[in-house]
């Protein structure tokens, strides 16, 4: 019963805290525009962060073998609201950037440790799965409604959204340590005292090698190359509605909404379905495929909002039963003594992925603002290729 409530109370907290992340997304193209900042800026911003998060990633997830998880839920999310303040007062592109890569630093601790935390309190893998799926169907729907919310508060003002969602962000840092529980007992105990030389950032990424294998390095391409599809993808998205097409940041704000609610019904039922009756390591190639086709298909209707925002759609609901799949495939892979760093790695591909697709977006939209979706669309057409590879050993592997 302990369990049942607890896992309840941070699920609460966590879409406190995922709506509260995803305020800014919106209206960062106004700020851009509204503060006389670079084009490309939205990109540039947007690796900034990732840059960090890649970097401390591993060293969050070392970390989370020796300190209480909620411990580092708690300082994180203080250290990213600090971030997005910083964020939110730039008037200059240096500032934008130093306030992001401040914010990636404890950002990437803060999903490291989010994921760590619901398989430390999962005993079993089928709670492990249904777990790993809530958690990443909060963030995925979460992160859409505070896109809406977000984009609604910016017609007010840049400033009344950042400082709604600073308050909010310190309000879940509150909340998660109040209402998570100590999970130390709940996960492998480490062999050896804790040093600097085993939590830097750049030892915690070479211990990779601990754990690696030839099936985990295909999952971590799969992470890495969906990742950087479709941070570029969103970020040339965003920018595009306000650049090319002069929509407010409540058109943002309304395509996640609308994203929120059929992500929400992908992952409670296709998602489910796919975990509970499928073998995932072979049906996962489907949900590749069903991200490719509209990211395709939107080459042909940028000049056609409606049709050009339900590809959007299309393209992030698929994405929301992507993500949870991936995680439960790299998770039934890592062993317990491994498995908060591997969830450390998981979160450093996609921060690496993110990093890539952002500022390659960001950088090739002045020469052609169309650039950035033939790539994203090329970017997953290798998913589909090295999800193909996987599913070929998989089956030899059987």
Wanted: with cysteine; charged share 15%.
């Amino acid at each position: 019963m302990r369990k049942t409530k607890t896992h309840f109370a941070f699920f609460c907290v966590l879409t406190l805290f995922c709506i509260s992340a995803g305020m800014a997304h919106p209206i960062t193209p106004t700020m851009i525009v509204e503060r006389s900042l670079d084009s490309s800026i939205f990109g540039v911003a947007m690796a900034a962060v990732q840059c960090t998060m890649f970097l401390f990633a591993p060293f969050w997830g070392k970390l989370c073998e020796y300190i209480p998880t909620r411990t580092i839920i708690t300082v994180c999310v203080f250290g990213y609201s600090i971030g997005q303040m910083i964020f939110g007062s730039a008037y200059s592109e240096a500032m934008v950037i130093g306030g992001r890569m401040f914010a990636g630093v404890f950002t990437s601790g803060v999903y490291t440790a989010f994921s760590n935390y619901t398989i430390n309190t999962s005993p079993d893998a089928v709670l492990r799965g249904k777990n790993l799926t809530i958690y990443l169907t909060i963030s995925s729907v979460g992160d859409a409604v505070g896109y809406f919310v977000g984009g609604m508060l910016g017609l007010i003002s840049i400033e009344t959204t950042f400082t709604v969602q600073v308050s909010l962000l310190i309000l879940a840092a509150i909340l998660f340590f109040i209402f998570c529980w100590d999970d130390t007992e709940m996960k492998a105990k480490p062999t050896e005292k804790l040093r600097f030389g085993n939590v830097n950032p750049f030892a915690a990424l070479l211990s990779a090698k601990d754990f690696l294998t030839p099936m985990l390095i295909l999952i971590f391409a799969l992470v890495a190359l969906g990742a950087m599809g479709q941070f570029a993808f969103e970020q040339v998205f965003n920018y595009y509605l306000k650049d090319q097409m002069g929509l407010s940041s409540a058109y943002n704000g309304i395509f996640k909404a609308i994203i929120a609610i059929v992500g929400l019904i992908a992952n409670s039922t296709i998602c489910m379905w796919m975990l509970k009756k499928t073998d995932i390591n072979r049906s996962f190639i489907w949900i590749v495929f069903g991200c490719t086709l509209p990211l395709g298909l939107i080459l042909f209707f940028e000049k056609w909002l409606i049709p050009f925002a339900a590809m959007d759609i299309l393209f992030f609901a698929v994405n929301t039963v992507r993500t949870p799949l991936l995680q439960n495939m790299a998770a039934g892979r890592a062993r317990p003594e491994t498995s908060n760093r591997v969830m450390g790695f998981y979160q450093s591909m996609t921060s690496l992925g993110a990093i890539t697709g952002s500022l390659f977006a960001g950088l090739i939209y002045d020469t052609n603002e169309k650039s950035p979706f033939y790539f994203a669309f090329l970017v997953f057409a290798l998913s589909c290729l090295i999800a193909m590879i996987y599913l070929s050993k998989y089956k030899k592997e059987k």
